[in-house]
Nanobody, 124 residues
């Protein structure tokens, strides 16, 4: 199983950015997928997830309404659409694949696979 993120960049506050992650080596359409992030000196934080039946799962309260996960099963892709970015969104963003029958998408013990991460920096 491989997860490969792309799209990380340096952006200004208020900008939008879309991250992508291609997943290979498993039946993607039957898999729950999501995104975490880790800022310097902080623990990894659950951002958002998109369950295998399409349900969106919100993560950190600070991103609700600004950051949304999408999936495109035909291409084995998961996206993270981010708008109105803030300096506190600066982090390495990781896409993840969950174990089957995950109930708590924010619990890292439920994650089967991690991507290597992509850096997002929001600054003036």
């Amino acid at each position: 199983v491989q997860l490969a993120e792309s799209g990380g960049s340096f952006v200004r506050p208020g900008d939008s950015l879309r991250l992508s992650c291609v997943v290979s080596g498993l039946p993607f359409s039957w898999t729950d997928v999501g995104w975490f992030r880790q800022a310097p000196g902080k623990e990894r934080e659950f951002v958002a997830a998109r369950a295998k039946y399409g349900q969106h799962v919100n993560g950190a309260e600070s991103v609700v309404g600004r950051i949304t996960a999408f999936r495109e099963d035909a291409k084995n892709l998961i996206y993270l659409q981010m708008t109105t970015l803030k300096p506190e969104d600066t982090a390495v963003y990781y896409c993840v694949v969950y174990h089957n029958y995950t109930a708590d998408f924010g619990d890292t013990r439920n994650i089967a696979y991690w991507g290597r991460g992509t850096q997002v920096t929001v600054s003036t």
